[in-house]
């Protein structure tokens, strides 16, 4: 079995800085792409950022220019740095993966466990 580990949540003040990370809990076969998704009280889960395998990204274009999504193959792991934080970044980060576990098996898709940003003003 396959976890998605989070860390790097925490309480920061608006135009400060936080970074997440997002690590495969064990040896996979591959891991195609990563992506981090928020979700506020009351409001839906919704896309932050996402990056390929191959290192292409596309954001949200709420974060687009303060969030920047990597990762590290290597390690299958993702980053999100999010700066010039703002109080509506509040929210439980999710990191989400579609991994294939096994070569003879077809990928599924993963969650984290979630993480919470919270933006004082």
């Known amino acids: 079995q396959v976890q998605l580990v989070e860390s790097g949540g925490g309480l920061v003040q608006a135009g400060g800085s936080l970074r997440l990370s997002c690590t495969a809990s064990?040896?996979?076969?591959?891991?195609?792409?990563m992506a981090w998704y928020r979700q506020a009280p009351g409001k839906q889960r919704e896309l932050v950022a996402g990056i390929t395998s191959g290192g292409s990204t596309n954001y949200a274009d709420s974060v687009k220019g303060r969030f920047t999504i990597s990762r590290d193959n290597a390690k299958n792991t993702v980053y999100l740095q999010m700066n010039s934080l703002r109080p509506e970044d509040t929210a439980v980060y999710y990191c989400?993966?579609?991994?294939?576990?096994?070569?003879?098996?077809?990928?599924?898709?993963?969650w984290g466990q979630g993480t919470q940003v919270t933006v004082s003003s």
């Open positions: 064990r040896r996979v076969f591959s891991v195609n792409v």
């Open positions: 989400n993966a579609d991994i294939r576990v096994l070569y003879f098996r077809p990928s599924s898709d993963y």
